[in-house]
């Protein structure tokens, strides 16, 4: 009997293995060297709240017409994205009243909701006008990466900046971000990529959080550090700042549009050699997240290893780096 139920375990776990080798290989096989960067008809322009005219985005490759374009991504953020973007859009407007020669966007990018996010977003865009304040309003859902992209694509900034719907990072923060930025590149033209950074807050929130999400969250930096980042403590923070020289390598050569986006960047201009820092950020856990602890992780840690994986055996290429040799 006891043969017998070793005999059918060993059975099952190579059945496993064997499932999960085919997935892998599958998961190579399709996989296309460089992303294929899909943008419905609709989702090249915007609403002008003031004609009532849609106007094409221009792109990332134009050269840039403003200081900053923030981006945020928001997915079904009817209840959340107001008070972000009351605090970004008054920590702005008093930046520029104390330093008038800066110009700014902001472009909240719609990822696919189903509840009412454009509207509210359009609202802000009638209060602000269209110069300042863009909606970009994706058909479908790619997920947080494919949302951050595409409004990247879509940005007039020297500096591009991601900032979470949610408001979790004093928005103010910008200001160090920007003071570490320009220590790394004195213009748009150079590299340089600025990281918020939750790490000094770890002990703090390893207090507050469940052991289950602690185990998780370890785990978690374990994999990213085997196998894609090791520079950075904090790799999933969204806030991030970018010239424009660096957007334009980075989100040209993404492939993951799921949570993963953030470390297959870091673990991008870590290959490119990129300058980039991690700048110390004020955060607030605000409820609401659409992270399930456990499926989201999973698929992370999947996407982790797959990201090791494609660029180890060539299935993934940087266009950056092919462009640098051309
Ligand atoms: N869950 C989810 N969030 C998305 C998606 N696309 C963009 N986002 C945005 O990603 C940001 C972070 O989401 P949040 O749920 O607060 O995640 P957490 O703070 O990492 O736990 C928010 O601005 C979301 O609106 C998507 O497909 N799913
Ligand atoms: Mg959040």
């Known amino acids: 009997m006891l043969i017998l139920l070793l005999q059918v375990g060993c059975y099952l776990l190579a059945g496993v293995g064997a499932a999960a080798l085919l997935a892998i290989l599958i998961a190579l096989y399709k996989s296309k060297p460089y992303p294929l960067i899909t943008r419905h008809k609709d989702e090249k322009f915007f609403l002008d709240t003031d004609t009532i005219k849609t106007i094409e985005f221009p792109s990332l490759d134009d050269s840039p017409t403003l200081e900053l374009s923030v981006i945020v991504p928001a997915y079904n953020e009817e209840q959340r994205l107001p008070a972000m973007l009351d605090e970004c859009m008054a920590y702005l ?130 994999l990213v550090w085997i196998f894609a980042v090791r520079s950075v403590r904090d790799t999933q923070c969204g806030f991030k700042l970018f010239t424009r020289a660096t957007a334009r390598k980075l989100f040209n050569s993404l492939h993951v549009e799921r949570w993963a986006f953030d470390v297959e960047l870091l673990y991008l201009a870590e290959r490119l050699q990129l300058p980039m820092t991690e700048v110390a950020v004020r955060w607030t856990e605000i409820d609401g997240s659409k992270l399930s602890p456990f499926w989201s992780w999973l698929q992370m840690g999947i996407d982790l290893f797959m990201i090791w994986l494609r660029y180890m055996v060539g299935a993934w290429r940087i266009v950056a780096s092919e462009k640098k040799k051309n």
Do not use: C
């Open 93 to 222: 407007a008093q930046k520029t009243e104390k330093q008038p020669d800066f110009s700014y966007e902001v472009i909240v990018v719609s990822d696919g909701s189903s509840d009412s996010t454009v509207s509210v977003a359009l609202e802000y865009s009638k209060k602000y006008g269209a110069n300042k304040f863009r909606v970009l309003e994706l058909v479908e859902n790619r997920g947080k990466g494919g949302a951050v992209r595409l409004g990247m694509l879509s940005a007039r900034g020297r500096q591009l900046l991601f900032a979470d719907a949610d408001g979790a990072t004093k928005f103010e923060d910008y200001e160090k971000l920007a003071e570490a930025l320009a220590s790394l590149a004195p213009e748009w033209r150079h590299d340089g990529i600025a990281i918020g950074s939750r790490a000094h807050l770890e002990d703090e929130s390893i207090a507050k959080r469940s052991f289950f999400r602690t185990i998780l969250m370890h785990g978690f930096h374990t």
